[in-house]
């Protein structure tokens, strides 16, 4: 029968790369929650509409990307593209944003319908923070700095932060129409995308990666000549929140995203490491959205971790970070009890292993050839010469030490050593 395949740009993680994904959402969220930011479990369906008013109806994300069907009573629904509008909306409607600021966190798989490549898939998973209420540009700099503290703790390959002031929304719209101004008698010399979006998203045409159409961009009218006195004051004071803070950083001035939501603060951190997918974490403010969905009229800032490209980008993949595994052999089958005791004591007593017992008598050689190739860091072995004596046979895996004659405290006592030790 022919067999049935993942649907493409799916995301799985095989058994083997799991305890990466899991230490680095560990890690992340643990951060997280040092400053104070909660979990929010969020839906992964929510109303079209909920991204048509947030994310905007002319835009990449709502217009050709997301995974829209009816729900039996006709309703339109979407698989979430992002998580920004749902977390708010959730926020609203749970009263959160009624009593003072707040700080939140989540994760978990967005969904956009894209062509998938590497660092780009239609199932992709994403941590974020976001933080209602607080006014000012401090709340983006503890935002920037926490994800500096994330990064430089999981030490990441060649990355860098840029930066980006897009103004108050009236900004947007006179820089918009001043650069469509420019544009349009030359539009026969821009890439198509960009000749496309001169209609509907016109400062995503800043973003294209098309060299010719770059240089163009270069004479034209720039975003930062139509910010106002209060967005430039606030830029300032950002950049020497992160100079005091010792973020190192680059201005980049056509750096916009391509989401409706935002204003003034923008910010991508990039890593050379990941091709032309180079951003693996991206956020700002967006001041405006809480009100456009039917909420007080709050400010608002957040930032979205993609965790498939910020895995690309890591210097040092393996994951030895991980738990440490141990195997317990047992060389006849009057022995199942003791192999059973003894791998739970190891299991109540040490947080950081994984104990494994198969109840099975086995050939002893070819089981630790086994257990060696499966990357187990410590074997016990029993035998009735051992239970006679009241020890246990261990040997450290990883190295070519002879094998032990210990007591039960005594293989804890070992095990904590080595783990301690790293
Ligand atoms: P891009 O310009 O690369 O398409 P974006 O502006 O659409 O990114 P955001 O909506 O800001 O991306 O999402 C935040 C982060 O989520 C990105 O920086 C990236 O790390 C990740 N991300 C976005 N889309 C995908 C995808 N299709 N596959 C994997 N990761 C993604
Ligand atoms: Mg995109």
């Given at each position: 029968m022919k067999k049935i395949q993942k649907i493409r740009g799916a995301h799985e993680i095989n058994p083997s790369e799991s305890q990466t994904w899991s230490y680095l959402t560990k890690k992340i969220t643990e951060i997280f929650e040092s400053f104070s930011y909660q979990e929010i479990r969020l839906p992964i369906i929510e109303s079209t509409s909920l991204f048509q008013r947030s994310v905007g109806e002319g835009t990449d994300i709502v217009n050709k990307e997301m995974f829209t069907f009816e729900s039996k009573s006709g309703k339109s629904l979407s698989l979430r593209p992002e998580g920004t509008a749902g977390c708010l909306r959730a926020s609203i409607e749970m009263g959160l944003t009624d009593q003072g600021p707040i700080r939140l966190f989540y994760h978990g798989p967005m969904y956009r319908y894209e062509r998938p490549q590497k660092g780009r898939n239609r199932e992709f998973y994403q941590l974020s923070a976001e933080a209602y209420g607080f006014d000012g540009v401090n709340i983006d700099s503890e935002m920037i700095y926490m994800s500096y503290k994330i990064f430089s703790f999981l030490d990441l390959k060649d990355y860098y932060l840029e930066i980006n002031s897009l103004g108050s929304k009236e900004?947007?719209?006179?820089?918009?129409?001043?650069?469509?101004?420019?544009?349009?008698?030359?539009?026969?010399?821009?890439?198509?995308?960009?000749?496309?979006?001169?209609?509907?998203?016109?400062?995503?045409?800043?973003?294209?990666?098309?060299?010719?159409?770059?240089?163009?961009?270069?004479?034209?009218?720039?975003?930062?000549?139509?910010?106002?006195?209060?967005?430039?004051?606030?830029?300032?004071?950002?950049?020497?929140?992160?100079?005091?803070?010792?973020?190192?950083?680059?201005?980049?001035?056509?750096?916009?995203?391509?989401?409706?939501?935002?204003?003034?603060?923008?910010?991508?951190?990039?890593?050379?490491?990941?091709?032309?997918?180079?951003?693996?974490?991206?956020?700002?403010?967006?001041?405006?959205?809480?009100?456009?969905?039917?909420?007080?009229?709050?400010?608002?800032?957040?930032?979205?971790?993609?965790?498939?490209?910020?895995?690309?980008?890591?210097?040092?993949?393996?994951?030895?970070?991980?738990?440490?595994?141990?195997?317990?052999?047992?060389?006849?089958?009057?022995?199942?009890?003791?192999?059973?005791?003894?791998?739970?004591?190891?299991?109540?007593?040490?947080?950081?292993?994984?104990?494994?017992?198969?109840?099975?008598?086995?050939?002893?050689?070819?089981?630790?050839?086994?257990?060696?190739?499966?990357?187990?860091?410590?074997?016990?072995?029993?035998?009735?010469?051992?239970?006679?004596?009241?020890?246990?046979?261990?040997?450290?895996?990883?190295?070519?030490?002879?094998?032990?004659?210990?007591?039960?405290?005594?293989?804890?006592?070992?095990?904590?050593?080595?783990?301690?030790?790293?």
């Open positions: 900004t947007q719209q006179n820089f918009s129409k001043a650069i469509k101004d420019y544009l349009i008698p030359i539009k026969d010399k821009l890439d198509p995308d960009s000749q496309a979006r001169l209609n509907s998203n016109t400062l995503r045409i800043l973003d294209s990666k098309n060299p010719e159409t770059q240089k163009i961009l270069k004479n034209g009218p720039k975003i930062f000549e139509f910010l106002s006195q209060k967005s430039i004051e606030d830029f300032d004071l950002l950049r020497s929140n992160l100079d005091e803070m010792k973020i190192p950083y680059k201005v980049n001035n056509n750096l916009v995203r391509g989401l409706d939501y935002y204003n003034d603060v923008v910010y991508e951190w990039k890593s050379k490491a990941l091709g032309s997918q180079n951003t693996f974490c991206a956020g700002g403010r967006y001041d405006s959205l809480s009100k456009n969905l039917g909420g007080r009229d709050i400010p608002a800032a957040g930032f979205s971790i993609g965790l498939d490209r910020l895995i690309i980008s890591l210097s040092d993949q393996d994951t030895s970070k991980a738990k440490k595994r141990l195997i317990v052999i047992i060389l006849e089958d009057n022995l199942l009890h003791a192999g059973l005791e003894i791998a739970e004591t190891i299991r109540n007593n040490l947080e950081e292993i994984v104990v494994r017992f198969d109840g099975v008598k086995s050939n002893l050689k070819s089981q630790l050839k086994k257990a060696i190739k499966e990357n187990y860091d410590f074997a016990i072995i029993i035998g009735n010469e051992e239970i006679n004596k009241g020890v246990y046979s261990f040997k450290n895996l990883k190295k070519d030490d002879n094998q032990l004659s210990l007591t039960k405290s005594e293989v804890i006592k070992s095990i904590s050593g080595v783990i301690e030790n790293e």
